[in-house]
């Protein structure tokens, strides 16, 4: 199941609760932008409607969102509550509500979820972390590439490349592009496998991890775990039983 790191000043609402009777694991910790970040790449800001309205008024919510905007890929905000009974209790204009909501989705194009109360937000916030839960733990199958016909070296180049995961024939023309040579590709430190387009700090990762990783090591990570007799089980359970 998926991970949700919550901001601490959430531990007051009902929601991380709902969150963990869903099955989501909750982490609190002291969050420097938004309430509920489910991934690496999307952040939530939480809102009552009234603490929306009141944003809307003392200008913390451009703010507020600006910010959830320069730290993650996709920045959503979730508003609690009816807002039209909020207008008329705050005596703020229907017309600033909407223009809020507009500003967000068209001019700086944060998502907006209106939910009724603190147990729809836990649904919304879990299916969202599951769907990204999913993304990052679901292989996925690239379409095998055609082993070139002729010598042209940048063919093997680009076939090469296309052979690691997450590097299609874009990526690995920016690798080539960047580095110059499948030598100083393999040379390149994580920090410079990062800075290439398309590849995350994850992704970059598991690539520097492949083009660094010994035989022995990956030996140890394939050693088959099905046994072929009653003496290949049995020596692998002592085996098991040595290595803890």
Not at 20 to 36: A, C, N, Q, R, S
Not at 87 to 114: E, H, P, Q, W
Not at 220 to 227: A, L
Request: hydrophobic letters at 40%; aromatic letters at 8%; proline letters at 3%.
């Amino acid at each position: 199941m998926p991970v949700v790191h919550v901001d601490e000043r959430e531990r007051n609402s009902k929601v991380p609760q709902f969150l963990m009777e869903k099955g989501v694991t909750v982490i609190f910790k002291f969050l420097d932008v938004g309430d509920y970040v489910v991934s690496d790449r999307i952040g939530i800001e939480r809102k009552t409607a009234i603490d929306f309205a009141k944003s809307i008024v003392d200008g913390r919510l451009f703010d507020q969102a600006s910010r959830l905007l320069q730290a993650f890929e996709k920045a959503i905000i979730v508003i609690e509550g009816g807002l039209r009974k909020v207008a008329r209790t705050t005596n703020l204009k229907r017309s600033a509500i909407i223009g809020a909501y507009i500003a967000l989705a068209l001019d700086m194009n944060i998502t907006v979820l209106n939910t009724r109360d603190e147990e729809e937000t836990a649904e919304i916030i879990k299916r969202i972390a599951l769907k990204e839960f999913r993304r990052t733990h679901t292989i996925s199958f690239k379409k095998p590439v055609q082993k070139p016909t002729t010598s042209n070296v940048t063919e093997w180049q680009l076939y090469v490349l296309q052979a690691f995961p997450h590097i299609g024939p874009k990526i690995a023309i920016r690798i080539l592009e960047r580095f110059g040579s499948l030598v100083n590709f393999c040379n390149a430190t994580l920090s410079e496998l990062t800075r290439i387009e398309g590849l995350s700090e994850n992704k970059a990762t598991e690539i520097y991890r492949i083009l660094h990783a010994t035989y022995k090591e990956y030996k140890k990570e394939v050693k088959s775990e099905t046994p072929k007799s009653l003496m290949d089980y049995l020596q692998h359970q002592e085996e098991e039983k040595q290595e803890k």
